[in-house]
């Protein structure tokens, strides 16, 4: 099991924000010994920025798709393949040899790699639909 938390240091000394759930989680690793690993926190998307790709992005992909070919598909079925085609993990069978891919969570983006996600997005769109997301009404 892995924990992850939020904490500042101050003056060499560590505070965990949330400490009551960081005590309770912990008590589940009483007598063992953990590693512990500590980064520099990068800033996630914002609340704007998820709100945009989903309300306007994922939308407009939908619409277009529907227009277009007929076809309908719901908004979490446009986000997987939208992360299966800009936000890839490849892996390769040692048995086969194949290579295939999954589309890699985008919750962990930080706001540059979000935004870079969602430009190409909009550029696939444009380019394959010959639809501009950021034209016309918001969906």
């Known amino acids: 099991m892995t924990l992850e938390y939020i904490a500042e240091v101050k003056d060499g000394h560590l505070s965990v924000i949330d400490k009551g759930r960081f005590y309770r989680e912990i008590q589940s690793f009483n007598g063992e010994q953990v590693e512990v690993y500590i980064k520099r926190r990068v800033a996630k998307r914002s609340m ?8 306007v992005v994922v939308a407009k992909i939908r619409m277009a798709i529907h227009e277009q070919t007929g076809e309908s598909y719901t908004r979490e079925e446009i986000h997987e393949y939208l992360k299966q085609k800009f936000n890839p993990a490849r892996f390769h ?3 086969s040899g ?16 979000f935004s870079e996600f969602v430009e190409k997005c909009k550029v696939w769109c444009l380019d394959f639909f010959g639809v501009d997301v950021d034209a016309g009404d918001i969906c």
């Open 48 to 55: 704007q920025s998820n709100k945009y790709y989903w309300g």
């Open 93 to 95: 069978s040692v048995i």
């Open 98 to 113: 194949e290579e295939d891919v999954i589309g890699k969570s985008t919750s962990h983006l930080n706001q540059a790699e």
